[in-house]
């Protein structure tokens, strides 16, 4: 598992998406008592490696306004904990600072639930014989420190993750991480967070209880959290008809919908009402192509920048 990659895609892309709209809250738990301000967001970032691009760099400022300079700050997140990561982190920060020519500040995050004296060290160390000959080293925040702060409102934007930090969730930790993000005044974001609130109860509650935690938020939920319930839908569409044919006929169109759905929501939520040649072209598009579309969506930086990619990407 590395980065954001690590986890399931929904969980994957609504993660990436809460750390971009709540950068002061990151910021905040990467560099305590430091005043430093979000200059821009360098997403998705190509190196030259034969590993993958990293997610997020965030260009920073520090000091007094007249000496004020910019930093590149790489942030990874992580489920839990590998060994590999430190070398990783090592890897794209060397990388990062040739790509960007400026300092890179490294910081890992991790929602895993560890004590302190069970976390590993956050340094990449070359030694030999009993001489270490270099050391990285670079901030890592572990959320479940600020659990007090999360529950209190302080830090209620990481309020989803409260079901990664505590030992056991139950459906009070749900209803808990909910309440923190109906209370977000913004409408687009209340909707990421309510989403990620959504697939993370996805790995500790069956649909069924989350249909009926969420019930009243579902046209809030801008991520794909039930499309399984829509393929299992097709699937009892298709089993009626008592055809094998229709077993199949019905999946292939529900995960058509779905992923369609999930496009037009992603879409409409950045970028605002789609012309309704666009929302047609989408139509004829495979499964295949929707997939590769969403993750087109999430990068582009207007709705020109995602249909240049969308015609590139069907005349092929």
């Known amino acids: 598992m590395t980065g954001f990659g690590e986890l399931t895609t929904p969980i994957d892309r609504a ?3 809460l750390f971009k709209a709540y950068a002061d809250v990151l910021l905040r738990l990467a560099f305590p008592g430091q005043a430093v301000r979000l200059v821009s967001i360098e997403e998705n970032v190509e190196l030259n490696l034969p590993t993958r691009p990293v997610d997020m760099v965030m260009i920073i400022a520090s000091g007094e306004a007249a000496e004020e300079e910019e930093k590149g700050l790489h942030v990874e997140y992580y489920a839990q904990y590998k060994t590999d990561i430190p070398q990783k982190l090592f890897i794209y920060s060397g990388e990062l600072t040739d790509k960007l020519q400026m300092q890179v500040a490294t910081v890992a995050i991790y929602s895993e639930r560890r004590s302190r004296e069970q976390r590993p060290p956050a340094e990449y160390v070359v030694q030999v014989g009993n001489l270490i000959v270099n050391r990285f080293t670079y901030p890592d925040v572990w959320l479940m420190d600020y659990e007090g702060q999360i529950r209190s409102g302080e830090l209620a934007p990481l309020a989803p ?5 505590v030992p056991r969730p139950t459906a009070e930790t749900v209803q808990t991480a909910k309440a923190l993000v109906l ?7 209340r909707g990421l967070l309510l989403s ?4 993370l109860a996805g790995r500790y509650f069956d649909k069924a209880t989350i249909r009926q935690m969420f019930r009243q938020e579902v ?3 801008r ?3 039930f499309i399984d319930d829509w393929l299992e839908e097709a699937e009892q569409r298709g089993l009626q008809q008592g055809e ?3 077993i199949e006929t019905g999946l292939q169109k529900g995960e058509l919908l779905a992923h369609r759905r999930l496009l037009l929501h992603l879409l409409e939520h950045r970028f605002g009402a789609l012309p309704a040649p666009l929302a047609s072209r989408l139509e004829a598009l ?3 192509q929707l997939n590769r579309l969403v993750d087109l969506a999430l990068d582009a930086t207007s709705l020109h920048e995602f249909t240049q990619a969308l015609e590139a990407m069907t005349e092929t």
């Open 183 to 189: 209370a977000e005044p913004e409408v687009e974001r």
């Open 223 to 225: 991520t794909n959290t």
């Open 219 to 221: 046209s809030m939920i």
């Open 15 to 17: 993660s990436k998406l």
């Open 244 to 246: 094998q044919k229709g």
């Open 286 to 288: 495979t499964v295949e």
């Open 196 to 199: 990620l609130v959504a697939l």
């Open 161 to 165: 993750f409260l079901l990664e930090i």
